[in-house]
T-cell receptor
């Protein structure tokens, strides 16, 4: 079945630095990918929709200048958390695919900002 | 705006029991509904996908039902095992396009040996 690969799976960074998370579709092309965030004991919440070749669409309350999304090819979307702060510590996960079939999710990235 | 609710939030059962997890959604105009399993600190594993035209799907010991008109789905787990311990997430998609999922908060299941 379709596979979505996400890395890193875990990252610890210092406050004020930037972190890049990659999401790749391994055996299919994805013109659209979705980025979700999950805080402890909360549900996954959509952050943004990544569109190949165009600007990402951000959900209300998500700062586009802080969470930079680049979808430069049909198999890769990246999420960069810029000037990370401890409150950005969360579980970030991407997905691709959908339509008649199921959505495929990456393994997720646990970000800890210290 | 679609909202998905899962009940109970947490459940602890002895090994071997059959159990039911509940999911409800506010907007019945969905395209499909998907059940996932999430282990602590891990990504999502898709368990069952039900299209809006379907009433149920089965995979091994798992059976998911869908009553679209009433905005409800259930996940039935037969003969539970300690390895079933995880958080179970219900999610709905609103249309056939490449749209994101709306998730419930999940049910945290513990199966005690």
């Amino acid at each position: 079945g379709a596979v979505v690969s996400q890395h890193p799976s875990r990252v610890i960074c210092k406050s004020g630095t930037s972190v890049k998370i990659e999401c790749r579709s391994l055996d299919f092309q994805a013109t659209t990918m979705f980025w979700y965030r999950q805080f402890p004991k909360k549900s996954l919440m959509l952050m943004a929709t990544s569109n190949e070749g165009s600007k990402a669409t951000y959900e209300q309350g998500v700062e586009k200048d802080k969470f930079l999304i680049n979808h430069a090819s049909l198999t890769l979307s990246t999420l960069t958390v810029t000037s990370a702060h401890p409150e950005d510590s969360s579980f970030y996960i991407c997905s691709a695919g959908g339509g008649p079939g199921s959505a495929f999710f990456g393994q997720g990235t646990r970000l800890t900002v210290v | 705006k679609q909202e998905v609710t899962q009940i109970p939030a947490a459940l602890s059962v002895p090994e071997g029991e059959n159990l039911v997890l509940n999911c409800s959604f506010t907007d019945s105009a969905i395209y499909n509904l998907q059940w996932f399993r999430q282990d602590p600190g891990k990504g999502l594993t898709s368990l069952l996908l039900i299209q809006s035209s379907q009433r149920e799907q089965t995979s091994g010991r798992l059976n998911a039902s869908l009553d679209k008109s009433s905005g409800r789905s259930t996940l039935y787990i037969a003969a539970s095992q300690p390895g079933d311990s995880a958080t179970y997430l219900c999610a709905v998609r609103s249309n056939s396009g490449n749209t994101p999922l709306v998730f419930g908060k999940g049910t945290r299941l513990s199966v005690i040996a």
